[in-house]
């Protein structure tokens, strides 16, 4: 697979050891059981899969080559480059001004932009309506554009489902900024809808069948212009949001297929990425022996927010940014998925957590977070467990079992 030219700061010798060693010995990635170092005082599970993928680091590289080449310019990128804090604000402290929040709002009026001015467009792509305004203005919108090419490969599969005359379901979150680009580009050649969950699924399935009761309220804002509920549900196709939980995005196509009348298999669309870390993560989980589960990456990343939920269901699960969220006092500020808030956990991997004997922690990421991030808080966790062996020596010792 491609290398990336991505800052140095973003990466960390001892994740990267761990994962040259786990390629050599797994090409195929058939196996995902965890990696297991132990410290002896404290064992840490890392995740078959975690960190930078490959759209991820294809949009870092050119968000930073954009900086590099064009020292004299004005650079807008239109929204968060990735879901997450320490790139963004890196971005933002070599002067590159965001247009936009997450949720579409304006930060930056686009009447600032110039013919002369470099755009980047950011790794969940954007809408035909904003590369249309770009246009006019006078944007190269295509030398910047970071856009993940497994997005891209979605918004082709669903222009040519409308082509088809099929109507294109898209399982995501209707205010995520892939899932408004995918919808965008799906609208261009025929009917779509968001369908953000399994609830919703099962009662859109239930409506194909009985009528559209309930139809206009439930998917609000959500259907493409002139969707027609007794016309443009005969014919579907399914695809996601590529960061959704792929099991989910395929129950989902198999319960909308039983309502439907023709059905277009779109399994190939399902970002193998998103696939390879959801699959680590349960091939973690079903290995057992850990007693906690922490998370790293940004609080708005929703394929790092599926990783919680995953661990959530099996282990306690603390989700966080990075090393920071922990308190001087060795208290934890973590992330409540469900609540959408900070919640702080007193004495964090102290005594009184109550751990018997030698504690193991499963340590994953997301896709948008930084291998370095990893490491400090693999530091921080064993902070926490002064006395134990050092790390060097442990990845040796684990290379050589491995062997």
Request: glycine share 6%; charged share 25%.
């Amino acid at each position: 697979m491609r290398s990336f030219d991505i800052p140095d700061y973003f990466r960390s010798p001892i994740i990267s050891k761990v994962k040259a060693r786990r390629k050599e010995l797994d090409s195929r990635k058939v196996d995902f059981t965890p990696t297991l170092l132990d410290f002896g005082n404290v064992k840490i599970q890392l995740a078959r899969h975690f960190g930078f993928c490959f759209g991820v680091e294809n949009a870092i590289e050119i968000a930073y080559k954009a900086i590099v080449e064009n020292p004299d310019k004005q650079i807008f990128i239109l929204s968060q480059m990735i879901h997450n804090p320490e790139v963004n604000e890196d971005l933002e402290s070599r002067g590159v001004r965001f247009l936009m929040d997450t949720m579409g709002r304006e930060i930056t009026s686009i009447s600032q932009v110039t013919a002369d001015d470099v755009v980047i467009i950011p790794a969940f792509g954007t809408t035909l309506e904003m590369q249309d305004k770009l246009r006019e203005i006078g944007v190269d919108i295509s030398k910047y554009d970071t856009t993940c090419p497994f997005v891209e490969r979605v918004w082709k599969r669903s222009e040519q489902l409308g082509g088809d005359s099929f109507t294109v379901i898209i399982h995501g979150k209707p205010d995520h900024e892939e899932t408004r680009a995918t919808f965008s580009h799906a609208s261009k050649n025929g009917a779509a809808l968001v369908v953000e969950d399994l609830n919703e699924a099962q009662a859109l399935a239930k409506m194909m069948v009985d009528g559209s009761e309930g139809f206009d309220q439930m998917f609000k804002g959500r259907t493409s212009e002139g969707f027609d509920f007794n016309k443009d549900l005969q014919n579907i196709g399914v695809v996601n949001q590529t960061t959704m939980i792929a099991s989910e995005t395929q129950t989902i196509a198999d319960i909308l297929k039983e309502a439907s009348k023709e059905f277009a298999n779109t399994r190939d669309t399902l970002c193998y990425a998103t696939n390879d870390n959801q699959r680590s993560t349960i091939g973690a989980l079903d290995e057992g022996g850990a007693d906690l589960v922490v998370v790293v990456g940004g609080y708005n990343s929703s394929n790092t927010s599926h990783i919680v939920e995953i661990c959530e269901k099996v282990k306690p699960t603390y989700f966080v940014r990075n090393e920071l969220d922990w308190g001087d006092n060795g208290e934890l500020n973590h992330f409540d998925i469900h609540k959408q808030k900070i919640v702080v956990t007193e004495g964090f991997l102290s005594e009184t957590t109550g751990f018997k004997d030698v504690p193991t922690i499963l340590l994953t990421s997301g896709a948008s977070c930084p291998d370095a991030s990893m490491e400090r808080v693999l530091h921080k966790i064993l902070n926490s467990f002064p006395g134990g062996k050092d790390v060097d020596s442990v990845l040796n010792i684990w290379a050589n079992k491995s062997s």
